[in-house]
Structure formats: C-alpha cells, structure tokens
C-alpha cells in the first residue's frame, strides 16, 4: 500500500497506546490490526442503526455502503481505510468495486463484510493511434458503460455509494446514474480536483481541461453529500463550486507505528538481498559489507555471513543491536508522475555527497574504494551514508532508474521497490527520515505519505506549497524546502552526528511521535465521516 496518507494535530502530552515509550524503547508492540477500527462507543441509536435493530429490538436488513474507486485499489488507501471503517465502525456490508493491479492491506481482504468486485480491464492500447480527444472520449466510454454495469447489475443495492474523486470522468456521471437507478445516495470523497491534474499535460487553457473542469464541477454538485481532505479545498468548494464539504483529514491506522527492534530487524533481514546485493548495482552499501558485534563501536568485526546480521543491525543471542556505523535511511514514497519532482531529490543526494566531502577535506584524490571500506571496518565519520529507499509504481520510474545508475557517489545510494502492503508500514517505522516531493496539482490537497509518516513517528521533509503547513508543523515535526539546495542544507543538519549526536533529528522524531498521538483515521472517521453517512442511510430507511 502506496501511497497515500490533515489539519495538525497540537501535541498530546498523553501518548497514543501504541506509541508507548516501551516501544520506542525497542520492545515489541501490540500488532493487532483491529484496535484502529475500535473507535470510542457509537450512540445507542447508531448501532441500532447500522446493526439492523429497530427500537424494539427486532431485526431488520443490514445496511450496506459500495466504495467505488476508478484505479487501482491497493494505491487507495483512503479508499480502503473507508471500507475498513464502514464495516468494523458502522457494521455495515461493504462492497468494493475498483480495478485491480495492486493487493489491498490484509485486514481489507480478511474482513468478512467486505466484499471486493475487481472491473474487468480492458485493453484499450489501439486507441493511441487515433486523436488524443477522440481517444479520451472513447476511454471514458468504456470505463462508463463498465462501471455501470459493476455498480447497476455486479453488486446488491447500497443505501450510499462513497466514490473517489478524482478521476471525475466517467466516475462521477457513472455514480450519479447508477444512484438514480438503484435509488441510493452518494458521497464524493475529494482527494483532489480531476481538471489541475490534467491540466498537468495539457495545460490549464487547453479546452479539454475546460471541458472536464465543467464535467467535475456540474456533477459534483449533484451528490447527496461531499468528503474532502482540507480546509482549504473545503473553502474552494463552498465559494467557487457551491458545494458544501464535510473536512476528513487524512489520520494513520493504528498499524502504522514505531517499528520495535525485533520488527526492524525482521524487515532488514528479509530486505538484505534487495539493498546489499542489487544487480549491476556497486556502492556504499554493498561494499565490504561487514558488521560490529554489539552496540559499541569498538566491537570485534566479522564479515556478513551470518542470517543475524544485516546492514543495519545484528543479533547475539536474544538481544538486537541497531549499529553504530549503519547508514542513515531515508523514505520517500512517490507515484513517479509530473507533480511530483523527483529530481530535486537527486540533485540534493547529489550536493549532499560533494558537501560532506568538503566539510572532510576530501579531495578528487580520494578513492571511494578505501572510503567504503573504512565504513565497512568500522570507521565512523561526523556525516553517515545516506541509503534512500523509493517505493511506489509510475510512468517516470524507468528514466529516473535510469539518471541514478549515472550517479557516481560515495556516501549515498538509491534503491527502489514496490513493497507489500505490510511491510510499507514496517519500513516507514524503522527509517530515520521520510522526504515528501508531493507539490499538489491544485494547491489544495496533502501528501497521504506525511500523514503515515508521522503515524510511524517518522520526520519529514517536505516540499512547501500552499496548504503544506495544515500538516506540517515547521520545526516540529518537519522541514519544508523550495529546492535542492535547501533539501541538501537540510540533510547535512540532520544528520550530522548520525546516530547519537543528532540532536534536531531526535527534535523532531518526538514532533512527528506527538503528531500520531494526537488523532488516529479512526477517530476522524467516527466524528466527521459517520454523521453525514448516518444521516443518509436513515433517510433511506425511513
């Protein structure tokens, strides 16, 4: 699960349970995926509501809600978090009718009122020989005519369809006609806005862009009830839409916490083979890979030979060791498209290196080779190695694969991946720092990333835009940046006197821990989300 990811959140001087110091501390803490879901007790008339009990105590038909996600499910997961919600919070049955491609989180496969519909994909690839409206008008007609018949015929009736938005063509017309017919009502959860995402690559002037603005806009209007992700897309709702919008921030599950020792090194372990031993790949991290026994830096080296060990930590007996010359990793998650520029990334990796090695004294004259194995050896420098792990799947990927492979760096590497849906939590919770280059096509909605980020009390930094300051808090729990230099700047503050001189880093670790404990999805959910669906279901039931 990819991301996807409010309003902060003041700190909370009493920690969330699962933010305990005992955690922080490396125990390992209470995995269950059901406490997020047990939010605080819903009214005595909600639960008669959503159980199927009437007054007197007598049964009646169990509500049912359908999710509708134009994409990718297992990249959805505000979607998921939804249908998790809908069953476990509401007791309500949930049918999910999405594409497929990615597997959704274990708890939304294994939960019984869930019920998934995966729309037959249809290989449209001959339509990029004809025109490129012509060929939009024709997607979008396939896409409708399938999703109509999923939602109208493929799926018992719901009281509420909940639909993603964007995309909004054919979504939106598809949902609209399938309520009339099926007489339900529907809810547009507004991630974001369909037109500015477009206007991406045909720019905002281009009549195709006017066309789907008008598109979005008159159907938008026609829902029974509208979600968003902030105030400030909330407050272009209501003036230039005329739409009124309830704010569901994004908040973390409870799964997404602080990784204990035990976790980490079980993720590291089953990771080795990708970071040590990638192919065609020689840098920092997969030369002379050697560790210290213990905590100590001192400690008597051996080569990694042993299933124990791994780049980042060691295992003797019972007891686990994170060590002390291990590199720093860094998270960033990104789906590879234009609004989110990855190179200013690379361009900061890149000044990252040339400005640790000034601050060194190192000159051209340097070998890397005897850099990489006095690291291996032991040695420990004022600035670490930099290990950037990028997940997430999309259209840029293979170019920027490509500019990384061109980089000749001593202190940092790239690796990217696709990770299960459990383990993405798992790797957020055992990162030291989380970089978010999401800039928002609109100007109106928040990286989901940050928000799992700091459910695993992981900093972040992140690029700053106009509503970036709803989530995070400067100093806090982040840093923003504008560019590669000041990224860079940022990196070599962090980490100077990585692991256990670091100061700032730990500042805003504790920022990041306070902003999880302040408010979990569960809870958002029952306060803003639950109202307006329970207003729409007794409505349909009365």
């Known amino acids: 699960m990819e991301p996807p990811t409010g309003e902060r959140l003041a700190a909370r001087t009493l920690p969330h349970p699962h933010l305990t110091p005992s955690t922080v501390a490396g125990r390992r803490p209470y995995r269950s995926l059901s406490p997020w879901l047990q939010a605080s007790p819903l009214s005595l008339t909600s639960r008669r509501r959503f159980r199927g009990l009437h007054s007197d105590g007598s049964m009646e038909k169990r509500g049912r809600v359908a999710v509708v996600v134009l994409g990718d499910i297992g990249r959805s997961p505000r979607m998921q978090y939804h249908a998790l919600s809908l069953a476990q919070q509401a007791h309500l049955e949930v049918d ?21 519909h995966i729309m037959t994909s249809v290989n449209l690839q001959g339509l990029s020989k004809i025109s490129s409206p012509l060929a939009l008008l024709l997607k979008a007609a396939v896409h409708f005519i399938i999703l109509v018949w999923f939602l109208c015929l493929k799926i018992p009736r719901p009281d509420v369809f909940v639909v993603q938005n964007p995309p909004s063509v054919p979504t939106l017309a598809a949902v609209k006609l399938s309520s009339w017919l099926r007489r339900s009502t529907f809810i547009i959860d507004w991630h974001n806005f369909g037109y500015t995402l477009l206007g991406l690559s045909h720019g905002r002037g281009h009549i195709i862009v006017k066309i789907y603005h008008w598109f979005e806009k008159y159907f938008g209007r026609m829902a029974d009830g509208s979600l968003c992700v902030t105030k400030a897309m909330q407050h272009e709702l209501a003036q230039n839409w005329g739409i009124k919008a ?4 994004d908040e973390p599950p409870e799964f997404f916490h602080p990784a204990s020792l035990e976790e980490k090194h079980e993720l590291f372990s089953r990771l080795e083979n990708n970071i040590c031993h990638p192919n065609g790949i020689r840098d920092c991290v997969t030369t002379g890979n050697i560790s210290q026994r213990g905590p100590e830096s001192g400690a008597a080296i051996h080569w990694l030979d042993q ?75 004022l600035y670490p190695r930099l290990l950037f792990i990028i997940t997430g799947k999309g259209p840029e990927r293979r170019k920027y694969e490509e500019q990384i492979k061109k980089l000749n760096l001593r202190r940092v590497a790239f690796r990217t991946m696709w990770l299960l849906a ?71 503050m962090l980490f100077k006197g990585f692991p256990e001189r670091c100061d700032t880093l730990n500042s805003l670790r504790d920022g990041a821990l306070a902003t999880a404990s302040s408010a979990r999805w569960s809870t958002e959910w029952e306060t803003h989300a639950l109202p307006l669906i329970s207003e729409l279901i007794s409505g349909k039931q009365r």
């Open 307 to 381: 299933s124990s060990d791994t780049l980042f930590s060691t295992q003797i007996g019972n007891e686990i060791f994170l060590k002390a010359s291990r590199p720093a990793l860094v998270v960033s998650s990104t789906s590879w498209t234009p609004d989110e520029d990855f190179g200013i990334l690379l361009e900061a990796a890149v000044m990252y290196d040339r400005r640790v090695a000034a601050a060194l004294n190192e000159d051209d004259s340097v070998e890397e080779e005897k850099i990489w194995t006095d690291i291996s050896n032991g040695k420990q420098y």
């Open 96 to 116: 999910i009718v999405a594409n497929g491609g990615s597997d959704p989180h274990m708890a939304v496969k294994e939960n019984q009122s869930i019920h998934l």
């Open 246 to 249: 309830t704010v569901l921030y």
């Open 422 to 492: 459990e383990d993405y939590p798992l790797l957020l919770g055992s990162a030291d720092l989380g970089v978010s280059l999401h800039t928002s096509s609109s100007g109106l909605d928040l990286p989901m990333k940050v928000v799992d980020m700091f459910g695993c009390g992981l900093p972040v930094c992140a690029v700053s835009f106009s509503c970036i300051t709803e989530l995070v808090e400067v100093e806090k729990n982040g840093l923003l940046f504008s560019t590669s230099s000041e990224l860079a700047d940022e990196f070599m």
